[in-house]
Structures are given as C-alpha cells and as structure tokens.
Nanobody, 126 residues
Framework: VQLQASGGGLVQAGGSLRLSCAAS????????VGWFRQAPGKEREFVAA????????YYGDSVKGRFTISGDAAKNTVLLQMNSLKPEDTGVYYC????????????????????WGQGTLVTVSS
C-alpha cells in the first residue's frame, strides 16, 4: 500500500484544517490507518486511527473532541478533520497503515505501522 498525505498548511489558532491520506496499490479493507505527528525535537506522537473494517476509531488524549478521523471507501482515503487548532498541534503529520485482519486492536505505537506516507506540515500560529 502506498500512501499520499496532503492538506497541511498554515492556520491561526482556533482554525481548522482537513488532512487526507490517499491509499493506492490495494484497498484499505483489513487495515488500520493511523495518523501521527512529529514536532521539531520531539518524538512521533499518535494522533488518531481508524480500523477500516468495522470502523473502529481511536484518538490520542491531546486531540479528543477536536479531531475527527473518517474513511471514504469510494476514494480509498482517510480524512483527519482538525478543529480548534492550537499552536501545540504544529508538526509534520504522517499517515501509516498496519494490516490488522480480523483483530479489533488499534495500536498507538508507531513502530507497529509498516507503510508510511511522506508527511504534510501543519503550522498553527498563536
């Protein structure tokens, strides 16, 4: 599975952005798709994930209530709607996939995801 992340940009605090992760090569059925972010000098942080089959969702504590992850089966794409953005949301956002089969587990450990997109930069100004 090849991934292409897009939608990043510069936004003021309180604003919104929508990121897209387009998958090619095969359908996302059976996969977990996760979003991670990395700020300068910091470790990669789990943001949100969706289990494609079953539509299970999971969010990191810092984004709960502000971000929404969803899947568009027709486009084989995962969206991350980000509202009420804060300066601490600044970073490079990556999407990644992990084949899960029939497991409902959604891992938050980035090392468990095998295929990664190239990242898209989100900058939130105060």
């Amino acid at each position: 599975v090849q991934l292409q992340a897009s939608g990043g940009g510069l936004v003021q605090a309180g604003g919104s952005l929508r990121l897209s992760c387009a998958a090619s090569g095969r359908t996302l059925s059976g996969y977990v798709v996760g979003w991670f972010r990395q700020a300068p000098g910091k470790e990669r942080e789990f943001v949100a994930a969706i289990r494609w089959s079953g539509n299970n969702l999971y969010y990191g504590d810092s984004v709960k209530g502000r971000f929404t992850i969803s899947g568009d089966a027709a486009k084989n794409t995962v969206l991350l709607q980000m509202n009420s953005l804060k300066p601490e949301d600044t970073g490079v956002y990556y999407c990644a996939v992990r084949y899960s089969g029939f497991s409902s587990n959604i891992p938050v450990d980035a090392t468990l995801y095998k295929n990664w997109g190239q990242g898209t930069l989100v900058t939130v100004s105060s």
